[in-house]
């Protein structure tokens, strides 16, 4: 059974810093993963989609990388603003298509 | 710009009684999703159709549980009878297919007292 992890769970960083969110899975038999951010009692918007042939993808001050055969994946995000204050959340797509989601990173960013 | 609309957005409702989640995805989208993400939590899958055909319902409590998508477009999730664990924030997403890149409605917030 294929488990997420997100690490750190939290993270408080003063406007301006760049930041990396970390995401691993333990089957890199994956189709794809996407990346999502969450606004307290909100639904998700999805950020970025990587496919499983895919090494990166970019969206404006976002960049996720995906290294399959460690299992791993990174957002990255560029001088991060309040605004960026949200949950963080990976899923991904097993070979048999079942999405997977990990418990998200939770993050403020205080002017 | 399409969205996935869910309704209601919030209920409120005793334990033993049945509730009902309505999702509709965005137009021509054939995958449609339900999950449940409890508080600090990641969403849990709970049932994922492909058209009107069920794809996953593995983590579905089939005692208590149940979902259809009779016409292959909009869908309902019912719950009867409730119990106080099932308060949550159900949440439906919508693809073009399996594996695509999902959308996701605003999520109903169910508080069972």
């Known amino acids: 059974k294929q488990e997420v992890t997100q690490i750190p769970a939290a993270l408080s960083v003063p406007e301006g810093e760049n930041l990396v969110l970390n995401c691993s899975f333990t089957?890199?038999?994956?189709?794809?993963l996407q990346w999502f951010r969450q606004d307290p009692g909100k639904g998700l918007t999805s950020l970025l989609l990587?496919?499983?042939?895919?090494r990166e993808q970019t969206s404006g001050r976002l960049n996720a990388s995906l290294d399959k055969s460690s299992g791993r994946s990174t957002l990255y995000i560029a001088a991060s603003q309040p605004g960026d204050s949200a949950t963080y959340l990976c899923?991904?797509?097993?070979?048999?298509?079942?999405?997977?989601f990990g418990r998200g990173t939770s993050l403020i960013v205080h002017p | 710009e399409a969205e996935v609309a869910q309704s209601p957005r919030y209920k409120i409702t005793e334990k033993s009684q049945a509730v009902a989640f309505w999702c509709d995805p965005i137009?021509?989208?054939?995958?449609l999703y339900w999950y449940r993400q409890i508080l600090g939590q990641g969403p849990e899958l709970l049932v994922q159709?492909?058209?009107?055909?069920?794809?996953?319902d593995s983590q579905l409590p089939k005692d208590r549980f149940s979902a259809e998508r009779l016409k292959g477009v909009d869908s309902t999730l019912k719950i009867q009878p409730a119990e106080l664990g099932d308060s949550a924030m159900y949440l439906c997403?919508?693809?073009?297919?399996?594996?695509?890149?999902?959308?996701f409605g605003p999520g109903t917030r169910l508080t069972v007292t």
């Open positions: 159709f492909q058209d009107e055909s069920v794809v996953d």
């Open positions: 137009s021509g989208h054939a995958t």
């Open positions: 899923a991904v797509n097993g070979g048999s298509y079942i999405p997977t």
């Open positions: 990587i496919q499983s042939s895919q």
């Open positions: 089957d890199s038999a994956i189709y794809n």
């Open positions: 997403a919508s693809s073009v297919g399996t594996g695509w890149e999902q959308y």
